[in-house]
């Protein structure tokens, strides 16, 4: 997302700033509630659109200077908070020319049912079905980043004035990245910074599908993805946000990495999601007490997730998960049978993983836990 090394988060407390997150339990408040705290972290997201108009006009990779010089020269913006700014800008222009090739890849392995689409052992359980398919995700989603960003340095090889206005922004960016003290500092390239971005938002989709299984939702196809699908302006709201508070709350929700992983996967214990609504209204809403306002050092401006500015690229994550989940059958319980010779009539799932595969019994022990909003 924003890169760079998250250190020196600074936390604001959400009482004293009169922000009350603790009564916002409603249904809907998550972007409310979210844009509050960003205020009360005295941070603002900057008007991407006059700076990409900009940047398409002039083909000029410097035109965020020229708008922060304008639209805020009275307000003092670290180097690194710059930095941040055009690293995501380069990312924000240059992803428009990936989000289509990218749909074609993910069209190309669900027709020849490769990559995350390949079958998977019957007997293994749905907790290690997700953790297959988010890696088996994530891995073709990077393979299409190498070739995308291959093709990008072949159009924009040339030092003469190209043709291709993403060949010469890419040019650029690979000058702006290598030259960057924030970036080098963090050892991060505009290939490095798009996958782990890219990546996160892929994980974030996951995560709605899990928490989706594990609340114990059982739907027919067409009904499960249109439920998801509704839920979708959830995942687009956080990532819209800054790198601290997206990170905060990854952390709170205990999705924050522990390992090489974007995102933790979500499991029966908890999630971030919270089942709301009834029949063609139903859907999963973020919850709120994962909401803590938090800068990175003094940073004032903030982009949120270049995918975010890029017209129907969280759309094209998210289809791409719901079909993969689809196609391994995610979207229905296991069904209980009855163990032969058991005089107390216990049921075991057909995958021998009652524990593990969730179902209804698990989503009552969930149901019966305290709520996790405040």
């Not at 010089?69 to 908070?81: E, G, T």
């Not at 973020?286 to 995918?307: E, K, V, W």
Request: with cysteine; net charge negative.
């Amino acid at each position: 997302m924003d890169g760079g090394v998250v250190s020196g988060l600074n936390s604001t407390d959400p009482m004293s700033s009169g922000l009350g997150l603790e009564t916002e339990a409603h249904t809907g408040s998550f972007a409310r509630a979210y844009q509050e705290a960003h205020a009360a972290a005295g941070i603002q997201r900057l008007a991407v659109t006059p700076v990409l108009e900009m940047m398409d006009m002039a083909g000029d990779p410097d035109a965020l200077d020229a708008y922060l010089a304008r639209a805020h020269a009275d307000l003092p913006l670290s180097s690194d908070n710059v930095d941040r700014l055009k690293g995501n800008m380069h990312l924000v222009f240059l992803f428009r020319d990936f989000r289509r090739p990218l749909a074609r890849a993910m069209e190309r392995m669900k027709d020849t049912g490769s990559g995350p689409f390949a079958a998977l052992p019957t007997w293994m359980s749905a907790h290690h079905r997700f953790g297959l398919l988010r890696t088996a995700g994530c891995l073709g989603l990077n393979k299409e980043l190498d070739d995308w960003i291959a093709d990008l340095e072949a159009r924009g090889a040339p030092e003469a004035p190209i043709a291709c206005p993403f060949g010469r922004m890419a040019r650029a960016a690979r000058r702006f990245f290598a030259g960057s003290a924030l970036y080098k500092r963090a050892d991060h390239s505009v290939l490095s910074i798009a996958k782990t971005g890219s990546n996160t938002a892929l994980h974030v989709c996951w995560s709605l599908v899990e928490a989706a299984y594990y609340l114990g939702v059982d739907l027919p196809p067409a009904e499960w993805r249109a439920m998801l699908w509704r839920s979708r302006k959830e995942i687009a709201t956080l990532a819209s946000g800054s790198l601290g508070m997206i990170v905060t709350f990854l952390e709170a929700a205990h999705l924050h990495p522990h390992g090489d992983s974007a995102v933790n996967p979500t499991t029966h214990e908890g999630s971030p999601f919270r089942l709301v609504g009834e029949g063609a209204d139903r859907r999963l809403d973020l919850r709120l007490d994962g909401i803590t306002p938090m800068t990175t050092g003094h940073d004032r401006l903030f982009t949120g997730c270049p995918a975010f500015h890029v017209g129907g690229m969280i759309d094209t994550y998210l289809s791409w998960v719901l079909d993969i989940a689809l196609h391994h059958g995610l979207n229905r319980q296991p069904a209980a049978a009855p163990v032969l010779g058991s005089m107390l009539g216990a049921t075991v799932s057909p995958l021998g993983q009652a524990p593990l595969g969730a179902g209804r019994a698990m989503v009552q022990q969930v149901a019966a836990g305290p709520a996790r909003d405040p």
